[in-house]
């Protein structure tokens, strides 16, 4: 699957970033991306997209990253809206309190489906004992002495 994400360069405290267009299995190191669609350089706040070519992408497939997604709409190369890039494993009190509430409503919803009276249980034919045969002694076969 083809992704748009961000190819950092620049010296160490000096970043900048290429937008490029990727295999999302495969390490951007060394170049090896499919084509570079822009330019950001966050110190400067220079940003240089080719919105022609990142159309063509997203219609063939290719899914932004997250911070490349929202991006684009500040951009206003695409519409929608942008997604929460910092906080991926942190919930907010008011998340938690909202996951918690949904959470108690489908509980309370399932203790008051009506029982369905319950089915008399089958009886089975007793199972056939098995018959236990003896161990068979095997015989040692007693090479000659050389």
Same mark, same amino acid.
């Given at each position: 699957?083809?992704? &748009? ?9 000096? =970043?900048?970033?290429? &937008?490029?267009?990727?295999? !999302?299995?495969? =390490? ?5 991306? /499919?084509?570079? /669609? ?13 919105? @022609?070519? #990142? ?7 290719? !899914? ?10 500040? !951009?206003?190369? #695409? @519409? ?32 008051? /489906?009506?029982? /369905? ?16 045969? =003896? =161990?068979? @002694?095997?015989?040692? #076969? ?5």
């Amino acid at each position: 699957m083809l992704v &748009i994400r961000y190819f950092r360069i620049g010296k160490k405290n000096q =970043p900048s970033f290429k &937008i490029v267009v990727t295999d !999302q299995r495969m =390490p951007i190191r060394g170049g090896r991306f /499919v084509e570079e /669609v822009g330019f950001s350089d966050p110190i400067k706040k220079k940003k240089i997209l080719n919105a @022609e070519r #990142i159309k063509y992408w997203i219609a063939k497939g290719a !899914q932004p990253s997250a911070s490349i997604h929202n991006l684009l709409i500040s !951009q206003k190369i #695409i @519409e929608g809206k942008k997604i929460d890039v910092h906080n991926k494993k942190k919930l907010t009190e008011a998340e938690k309190k909202a996951a918690a509430a949904t959470a108690a409503t489908p509980a309370a919803k399932a203790t008051e /489906v009506p029982k /369905v009276p319950a089915e008399a249980p089958k009886v089975e034919a007793p199972a056939e004992e098995k018959k236990i045969e =003896p =161990p068979v @002694e095997e015989k040692k #076969i007693e090479s000659p002495a050389t």
